[in-house]
C-alpha cells in the first residue's frame, strides 16, 4: 500500500525556518516523483517544489525560490522541504504527493496519484 505522510509543521515567526518531511512507504523514490503543495484557506491547491526520481531535478514556484529547497533521501524513502525566511503568505496545510517519474511541468493536483494528509503551517509572531 502506498502511503505519504507529512510532518515537520508549526508555528513559526516571520523570517523563520521549518523543515517538512514527506515519508513514503509501498514504493521506492527511484521511480516516483514527489511534488509538495500548499492549500491556504479559500484558495487553490498549488504546487510550491517538486523534484524529479531519474534525474533529480528540481521545480520552485516563483513565490518560494531562493528560500525553499526541496531534497530527498532515497535510502530513506523520504524527502524533505526546507523552508527559510518564512513569510506570513506561506501560511497553509502543505501536502506531499507522488506520480511517476518527472514532475517539473506537472503543476496540477489531478496530475499527481498519491497524496498525503497534510501538515499545517503557520507563520505569524
Known amino acids: 500500500q502506498l502511503q505519504l505522510v507529512e510532518s515537520g509543521g508549526g508555528l513559526v515567526q516571520p523570517g523563520g525556518s521549518l523543515r517538512l518531511s514527506c515519508a513514503t512507504s509501498?514504493?521506492?523514490?527511484?521511480?516516483?516523483?514527489i511534488g509538495w503543495f500548499r492549500q491556504a484557506p479559500g484558495k487553490e491547491r498549488e504546487r510550491v517544489s517538486c523534484?524529479?526520481?531519474?534525474?533529480?531535478?528540481?521545480y520552485y514556484a516563483d513565490s518560494v525560490k531562493g528560500r525553499f529547497t526541496i531534497s530527498r533521501d532515497n535510502a530513506k524513502n523520504t524527502v524533505h522541504l526546507q523552508m527559510n525566511s518564512l513569510k506570513p503568505e506561506d501560511a497553509a496545510v502543505y501536502y506531499c504527493?507522488?506520480?511517476?517519474?518527472?514532475?517539473?511541468?506537472?503543476?496540477?493536483?489531478?496530475?499527481?496519484?498519491?497524496w498525503g494528509q497534510g501538515t499545517q503551517v503557520t507563520v505569524s509572531s
Open positions: 504527493a507522488a506520480r511517476p517519474h518527472y514532475c517539473s511541468g506537472y503543476g496540477r493536483p489531478y496530475e499527481y496519484d498519491y
Open positions: 509501498g514504493f521506492t523514490l527511484d521511480y516516483q516523483a
Open positions: 523534484i524529479s526520481s531519474s534525474d533529480g531535478s528540481t
